[in-house]
T-cell receptor
Framework: GENVEQHPSTLSVQEGDSAVIKCTYS??????FPWYKQELGKRPQLIID?????GEKKDQRIAVTLNKTAKHFSLHITETQPEDSAVYFC???????????FGTGTRLTIIP | GAVVSQHPSWVICKSGTSVKIECRSL??????MFWYRQFPKQSLMLMAT?????????EQGVEKDKFLINHASLTLSTLTVTSAHPEDSSFYIC????????????FGPGTRLTVL
C-alpha cells in the first residue's frame, strides 16, 4: 500500500520568513496530493491540493510543487504570519473516491 | 461548500460499554465515507472505508467486530465502538466524498472519546 513520509516533524520560522515542508510517497498510481492544516482539537482543513497533471500550484502565500518522477511534493508558505502556526499534514491518494494516506505531520511554529 | 457534521462532539463512557458516533453529510450525497482515528500528537490513521449500501472495508489491524460501521444512506454513516476500553480513547474523525466533488474529502469536526 501507499506510504507517505513527511519532513520535518517540527519547524520554527521567524515571522515573515518562508516555510517549506516536504513529503515523499511510494505508490506511483497516486495522483492526488492535498495539504491540510489542523489546529488543536479541530478537523483538518484543506489548504491546497495538486493533481498529477500539474507541477506547481499557487494560492496567495501558499504553493505546492510536485515531482512525479521523484515521487515527492512540497508545501511552501511565504511571508509567514503567527496564524500560520498549526500542524500540517500532506496526503496522497489514487483519486476519485480512493482513500487518503496521510503523512506524519509537521508542527509549524511562527516566532513573532 | 460541502458540510459534514459529527455527533456527539465528545463522549465519556465507562469501560465495557458501547458508543455510537454519527457522521452526516448535510448538503451533498456521500457515496463514500471514511473513518479515521487520531491519537494525541499523531497523524490521522484510516480505520475503514464505507460505501453506501455496502460492507465497510477495514484497514489492516482494525478489528471489524469491535468497530462496527454502518453506511445505510447517502447522508449518514455510523461508527459503533463496542465494549470500549481505555485504549480506545481517541479523536475519531469522519470524512465524506461524493460524485461531482472531485477528489476532495470533507471532514467532520471529530468526536473525542474518553473511556474511563
Amino acid at each position: 500500500g501507499e506510504n507517505v513520509e513527511q519532513h520535518p516533524s517540527t519547524l520554527s520560522v521567524q515571522e515573515g520568513d518562508s516555510a517549506v515542508i516536504k513529503c515523499t510517497y511510494s505508490d506511483s498510481a497516486s495522483n492526488y496530493f492535498p495539504w491540510y492544516k489542523q489546529e488543536l482539537g479541530k478537523r483538518p482543513q484543506l489548504i491546497i491540493d495538486i493533481r498529477s497533471n500539474v507541477g506547481e500550484k499557487k494560492d496567495q502565500r501558499i504553493a505546492v510543487t510536485l515531482n512525479k518522477t521523484a515521487k515527492h511534493f512540497s508545501l511552501h508558505i511565504t511571508e509567514t504570519q503567527p496564524e500560520d502556526s498549526a500542524v500540517y499534514f500532506c496526503a496522497a491518494s489514487r483519486g476519485g473516491n480512493e482513500k487518503l494516506t496521510f503523512g506524519t505531520g509537521t508542527r509549524l511554529t511562527i516566532i513573532p | 461548500g460541502a458540510v459534514v457534521s459529527q455527533h456527539p462532539s465528545w463522549v465519556i463512557c465507562k469501560s465495557g460499554t458501547s458508543v455510537k458516533i454519527e457522521c452526516r453529510s448535510l448538503d451533498f450525497q456521500a457515496t463514500t465515507m471514511f473513518w479515521y482515528r487520531q491519537f494525541p500528537k499523531q497523524s490521522l490513521m484510516l480505520m475503514a472505508t464505507s460505501n453506501e449500501g455496502s460492507k465497510a472495508t477495514y484497514e489492516q489491524g482494525v478489528e471489524k467486530d469491535k468497530f462496527l460501521i454502518n453506511h445505510a444512506s447517502l447522508t449518514l454513516s455510523t461508527l459503533t465502538v463496542t465494549s470500549a476500553h481505555p485504549e480506545d480513547s481517541s479523536f475519531y474523525i469522519c470524512s465524506a466524498t461524493g460524485l461531482a466533488l472531485g477528489n476532495e474529502q470533507f471532514f467532520g469536526p471529530g468526536t473525542r472519546l474518553t473511556v474511563l
